[in-house]
């Protein structure tokens, strides 16, 4: 059983890392799912996160999409409120892909309430 933890780079995500690294240490992975459209201090992080974790974020991308520039060409809209393909197409699916593909998998995605 592979233990993945999946990061955003947000603080849920980084808090949930750290702390599964201390209360239950195993051989995590972990992976992020980058839009291709980071603002340079994300791309930044992920590499302290990096160092910070001794290991290497997999980045996990949708082959038939690319970027969120890309995703926005293909769909022909700005993803809103209302159509939130981007979260589902870069984001969700290409994560369950990878899942699938790696299995048997445990994914541990941080939260907040």
Known sequence: ???VIGLSGGKDSTALALALQ????RDY???CT????ELPEMAAWWVRLET???????RITNPKVGTLNNLIQIMGMIPNNRA???????????????????????LY???DR
């Open 1 to 3: 059983m592979r233990h």
């Open 34 to 37: 980058p839009t291709g459209n």
């Open 29 to 31: 992975e972990y992976i």
């Open 52 to 58: 910070i974790l001794g290991k290497p974020l997999i």
């Open 84 to 106: 939130r393909f981007c979260t589902r197409m870069l984001k969700i699916e290409p994560t369950i892909a990878w899942c699938i593909q790696n299995a048997p998998v445990r």
């Open 109 to 111: 995605v941080g939260l």
């Open 22 to 25: 201390e209360r239950e240490p």
